[in-house]
């Protein structure tokens, strides 16, 4: 036998210094054993579980015995008619969204901006953020109350002045300006905090020698404020046309109505009809994974942009 | 001098726009609330704007009198709390060893969670996976799978390693264990941002609805969101008219549909104005990376 070299010698003693860390730290460890499994069973098992987008899947065999079909489900949800509809009022919605939506936040951060009042400033943000904290059940609860054509109170009190019955959730553009509209009143005022921040770190000498010059308001919102938020603006935008393939299921499933789902079905509430009422779960699972492959793709190509607009990612 | 007045006059334009937008976010909610307190009458006439007309409190009556909302109501208080309890152990648990920077494997674990806040298996492999775990319409399955909110992992996690890391180590010197300087010393110093998860937490699971229609086929089992949602959205209400039947003279529809709503969101206007300001700092924190 050799005796041990001083290499082999060190590699040991760094050997026992790990195993020495790891046990004195067995606590920590320990610590973290519950929310590891957790995020192991409730997070990455169900990544594995898209393979059911590529096997026949039988309930009774469970999603590892079930057969291999390979591509199979994406050829067959490509001939789908409901499911291109899905995929189109996905866009559509989110790209409305984004036109009729995206300013918004701006100018009312702008607006708040210009307030003085202290006091009056901090009750309207508190207004202007509340309707985010409401949830969309409740949302398209009042959207009923408030807009059904027969017996919604708007509809009720057009009728009495003289004015006929606006069908806002029935009629297929109404719906989708009503939808937009919706979004809108719960999220616009929350958009605004972003910008907001943005706001607080302009340099303030930068008003004052405006207005040494004479600027107006208006000039110096438009030549400090605006470009002072202009990276907010740009880095929001990047991050919004990311999103815009992926759409969320409560407030277009909660929102909608047999009546619309010519324009009201999207991805999401698509999969649910498929595979949870229909318990096709094989094509289901492949579209949920199509829409994620597609999302990916804007997410990265977002990033990219923004990595060259910006010298800066989006995570 | 008129430079002067004039800005005064735009301040008094944007002041009255800015009152214009805060009445929009708040009058869905006082109509609602005004019909839920009118007489079947003057609703049917369209008379009831922003206070109640005929003031009774009939609807809430009936609420209270419908067993299977009462129960939604209590359900949900309780699920809540269940909730809250687990997601905050969890939380507490993975944030507190994550501090560690010489913890072995951190940024292993640290890569594995974030992950998780972009990609996930969707509704399907989510679906399945409860069904092959046998949580399909058991509580459970309304508290395991959200239990750990990465994101609200991350920000507890900063909270924890801005308390002075001097505190600890006179702690280790005198032999205390990290559960014991977890228990007497973070939690302690942690008090209102653990406060302010445990809030955003209990909102998060009062608000939710969609787990619930997915994984839920029970009536005892319906959250207050879910039960809202058969109620007024999805127009299931037949166990309703059986109880109008009964009582004479039971509000239209309309003045009980409103009264749940506001079942269904009082809890939260309530907690609001004391989280707010926590969640508008959640919100930055979210906007400047992890």
């Known amino acids: 036998m050799q005796p041990l070299s001083h290499a082999d010698r060190s590699n040991k003693q760094k050997l026992l210094g790990h195993a020495r860390g790891i046990l004195g730290d067995w606590q920590l460890y320990f610590l973290l054993a519950l929310p590891l499994s957790y995020f192991i069973i409730f997070k990455y098992v169900p990544m594995l579980g898209v393979a059911v987008a590529f096997k026949d899947y039988n309930v009774f065999r469970g999603i590892w015995e079930s057969e291999w079909i390979g591509l199979e489900a994406f050829r067959e949800i490509f001939q789908m008619d409901a499911f291109l509809y899905a995929l189109r009022n996905t866009f559509l919605l989110n790209l409305l969204d984004l036109v009729i939506g995206f ?74 300006l009503t939808y937009v509209g919706t979004g809108i009143w719960r999220d616009a005022g929350w958009g605004t905090i972003l910008y907001l921040a943005a706001l607080t770190g302009i340099n303030k000498e930068l008003y004052e020698a405006a207005e040494v010059d004479g600027a107006t308001r208006l000039r110096k919102m438009w030549h400090i404020t605006l470009p002072g938020i202009k990276p907010t603006i740009v880095i929001l935008l990047i991050i919004n046309v990311g999103h815009m393939a992926s759409i969320g299921f409560e407030r277009p499933f909660l929102m909608g109505n047999p009546g619309v789902s010519d324009v009201a079905e999207v991805i999401s509430t698509y999969v649910y009809t498929v595979g949870i009422q229909s318990a096709r779960y094989t094509v289901a699972t492949a579209i949920g994974l199509f829409q994620a492959v597609i999302g990916l793709i804007f997410l990265l190509t977002a990033d990219f942009i923004s990595r060259k607009v910006n010298d800066q990612g989006i995570w | 001098m008129s430079h002067a007045a004039n800005s005064k006059w735009v301040d008094a334009c944007i002041i009255a726009f800015i009152s214009v937008i805060c009445l929009l976010c708040l009058l869905p909610m006082i109509h609602l609330l005004a019909l839920s307190f009118s007489s079947n009458g003057a609703i049917m006439a369209g ?24 129960r939604s109501l209590f359900f949900s208080i309780f699920l809540v ?33 974030v992950l998780t806040m972009f990609f996930s298996g969707g509704i399907i492999p989510d679906y399945l996976l409860m069904r092959e775990l046998h949580l399909l319409d058991k509580i459970w399955v309304l508290v395991l799978p959200g239990a750990i909110s990465a994101f609200y992992l991350l920000i507890l996690k900063t909270f924890f390693s801005s308390i002075p890391v001097e505190l600890e180590e006179s702690a280790r010197m005198d032999g205390a264990s990290y559960f014991r300087i977890l228990w007497s010393i973070m939690l302690p110093l942690s008090l209102p941002s653990l406060a302010t998860l445990s809030l955003f937490y209990a909102v998060g699971r009062w608000n939710g609805f969609q787990d619930a229609l997915i994984y839920i086929t029970s009536q005892e089992l319906y959250p207050i969101q879910l039960k809202l949602y058969a109620l007024v959205i999805s127009g299931q209400a037949n166990d309703l008219s059986i109880m109008e039947a009964q009582n004479a003279g039971a509000p239209v529809p309309q003045s009980l549909k409103a009264a749940s709503i506001m079942f269904g969101t009082v809890p939260i206007l309530l907690v609001y104005p004391f989280i707010q300001r926590y969640f508008i700092s959640g919100a930055m924190i979210g906007a400047v990376k992890g």
Do not use: D
Request: glycine share 4%; charged share 10%; aromatic share 14%.
């Open chain 2, 81 to 113: 709390c269940l909730f809250t309890a687990v997601a905050m152990f969890m939380t507490i648990i993975a944030a507190y060893p994550l501090t560690k920077s010489k913890l072995r494997g951190r940024n292993f674990f640290l890569f594995l969670i």
């Open chain 1, 103 to 176: 300013p918004i936040p701006i100018i009312l951060a702008l607006l708040l901006n210009e307030l003085r009042v202290k006091w009056f400033k901090r009750s309207a943000q508190t207004l202007l953020y509340l309707p985010h904290f409401i949830s969309w059940v409740v949302i398209g609860g009042m959207a009923v109350q408030l807009f059904a054509t027969n017996s919604g109170s708007v509809n009720v009190f057009l009728n009495s002045i003289g004015i006929e019955s606006i069908p806002f959730l029935s009629e297929k553009t109404h719906w989708v």
């Open chain 2, 47 to 70: 008379k009831v704007s922003l206070y109640p007309i005929g003031f009774n409190l009939t609807a809430y009556k009936s609420v209270f009198a419908h067993a299977a909302m009462v």
